[in-house]
């Protein structure tokens, strides 16, 4: 069974620290992960997208690692601001289908405090 | 932020009430899809559509129905609303690869802002 799971579920840092973010996956055959931002009572927003030949992503303050062999996926925030407050979500995409089938992880809670 | 919108934004209602929530896209994206997500919970496929006259039940039964009818519009409809229902429902899109384009990293879906639905 596909699955995509996350670590830890909730995570509360201080304005300003750095934090990493946790996702393993058995989705396969593989295609691509991405790194989803989702706001309270919004839809998710693309972060990072990196296919199996990629092991690294960055946009802005995330950076996403991929380890394709061991089927893991780090997403590190840099100087966290209160607006990184939101649920990041895991998303693995399989090959094997023309529809480009999302598996969603649970995410993780970040709360920011200043 | 991208192109899709959804309405409305939170709706309560009551029980046996029909109700549709709405669904549009103004980037011409062939692909469309509804997730059901509960909170702390992951996103569930409930229908999508590969362009018009298209739609298929997703990995989540549901007992709402869609439509596509225009590329742009793919409403979610509920005959008959129970509490069980209550959840929030989110939108996305996204479109095929130009010819020899990688289909891998062609296939992000954008997501609408979703509908908070309470069914009391």
């Known amino acids: 069974k596909n699955q995509v799971e996350q670590s830890p579920q909730s995570l509360i840092i201080l304005e300003g620290k750095n934090c990493t973010l946790q996702?393993?996956?058995?989705?396969?055959?593989?295609?691509?992960l991405r790194w989803y931002k989702q706001d309270t009572g919004r839809g998710p927003v693309s972060l990072t997208i990196?296919?199996?030949?990629?092991n690294t992503k960055s946009n802005g303050r995330y950076t996403a690692t991929l380890d394709a062999d061991t089927k893991q996926s780090s997403l590190h925030i840099t100087a966290s601001q209160l607006s990184d407050s939101a649920s990041y979500i895991c998303?693995?995409?399989?090959?094997?289908?023309?529809?480009?089938?999302?598996?969603f992880g649970r995410g993780t809670q970040l709360t920011v405090w200043p | 932020e991208a192109d899709i919108y959804q309405t409305p934004r939170y709706l309560v209602i009551g029980t046996g009430k029909k109700i549709t929530l709405e669904c549009s896209q103004t980037?011409?994206?062939?692909?469309m899809y509804w997730y059901q997500q509960d909170p702390g919970m992951e996103l569930h496929l409930i229908h999508y559509?590969?362009?018009?006259?298209?739609?298929e039940k997703g990995d989540l039964s549901s007992e709402s129905t869609v439509s596509r009818i225009r590329t742009e519009h793919f409403p979610l409809t509920l005959e008959s609303a129970r509490p069980s229902h209550t959840s929030q429902y989110l939108c996305?899109?996204?479109?095929?690869?130009?010819?020899?384009?990688?289909?891998?990293?062609?296939?992000?879906?954008?997501f609408g802002p979703g509908t908070r639905l309470t069914v009391l």
């Open positions: 559509s590969y362009g018009v006259n298209s739609t």
């Open positions: 996702c393993n996956y058995t989705v396969s055959p593989f295609s691509n």
């Open positions: 996305a899109s996204s479109e095929y690869p130009p010819s020899g384009g990688d289909l891998h990293s062609y296939n992000e879906q954008f």
């Open positions: 990196m296919t199996f030949s990629e």
């Open positions: 998303v693995v995409s399989d090959r094997g289908s023309t529809l480009g089938r999302l598996y």
């Open positions: 980037m011409g994206h062939d692909k």
